[in-house]
């Protein structure tokens, strides 16, 4: 019984949003607030999946939007029964992952700068979503100074399909 429960509790951390995670959403929401939009509500779900693609991405190395995995794409990750829906994905240099304000920053900055991945974070349909990160290799630049990269996965949908 005892055993059952530390199980529960632990398997309900392993999903537990972070601060930093909480900080992007907060400021993908602000975004669209300032573009006339709803906020998005979070949705455990979504970021489940959003997690399980973020740590694919550590794991191997890369930024893909595909998987060579049993779900090889977002939909496959978390088809909700919603019309639409998107991903972002990014990854940012950082050196000190402790800067969550500047490391939030610049991950929606990125998303806002390119064309398809602002058009996701804006698209007036979308009502969920959720957004994980994760930590990946070291790296070191030309005076020496170590980095890591940090992946960012964000999903939200929308229009949720009306039952007939």
């Known amino acids: 019984m005892i055993l059952n429960i530390l199980f529960m509790f632990l398997g309900l951390n392993a999903f537990s ?31 489940k999946s959003t997690v399980v693609h973020t740590e694919y991405m550590v794991k191997n190395n890369e930024l893909e939007h595909t998987e060579d995995s049993e779900t090889p794409n977002w939909w496959d990750r978390l088809n909700k029964g919603y019309v639409l829906g998107n991903e972002n994905i990014a990854y940012v240099s950082i050196y000190d992952s402790s800067l969550e304000e500047e490391v939030s920053h610049s991950v929606v900055e990125l998303w806002k700068s390119s064309a398809p991945h602002n058009k996701a974070l804006l698209n007036k349909n979308a009502t969920i979503g959720g957004v994980s990160s994760g930590v990946g290799m070291d790296l070191e630049n030309w005076n020496g100074t170590t980095y890591n990269l940090r992946y960012f996965t964000l999903v939200v949908w929308g229009e949720p399909i009306m039952e007939q």
């Open 17 to 47: 949003q972070t601060p930093l995670e909480s900080k992007v959403f907060q400021k993908i929401n602000d975004c669209r607030v300032e573009n006339g939009l709803h906020k998005l509500k979070w949705d455990d779900a979504t970021y």
